[in-house]
């Protein structure tokens, strides 16, 4: 049974800076898109990026040239990097296959930015 586990959010104040990762188990990585949503307070799940396996990424226009998502598949691992935080990037963060599956949602983190 494959499972995702989302790992190092955490409270920063604007402008600041914070690395997800989302470590893959139970299936083959590799050949998946892997994806990274949110969810803030109120407000329905969308998409923030994804990640073929060759490694060429797509952005939601509202993150676009603040976080980059990348992947290490020998870690069945992927990574968001998120900079210049915004309070509207205030949510919790999830990744999933591309599109997503609902068996694979895991328990998310949780960022909060500060103005």
């Known amino acids: 049974q494959a499972q995702l586990v989302e790992s190092g959010g955490g409270r920063v104040q604007a402008g600041g800076s914070l690395r997800l990762s989302c470590a893959a188990s139970g299936d083959i990585f590799s050949i998946y898109v892997m994806g990274w949503y949110r969810q803030a307070p109120g407000k329905q799940r969308e998409l923030v990026a994804f990640i073929v396996p060759s490694g060429i990424a797509n952005y939601a226009d509202g993150v676009k040239g603040r976080f980059t998502i990348s992947r290490d598949n020998g870690k069945s691992t992927v990574y968001l990097q998120m900079n210049s935080l915004k309070p509207e990037d205030t949510a919790v963060y999830y990744c999933?296959?591309?599109?997503?599956?609902?068996?694979?949602w895991g328990q998310g983190t949780q960022v909060t930015v500060s103005s």
């Open positions: 999933n296959r591309y599109p997503a599956r609902g068996g694979l």
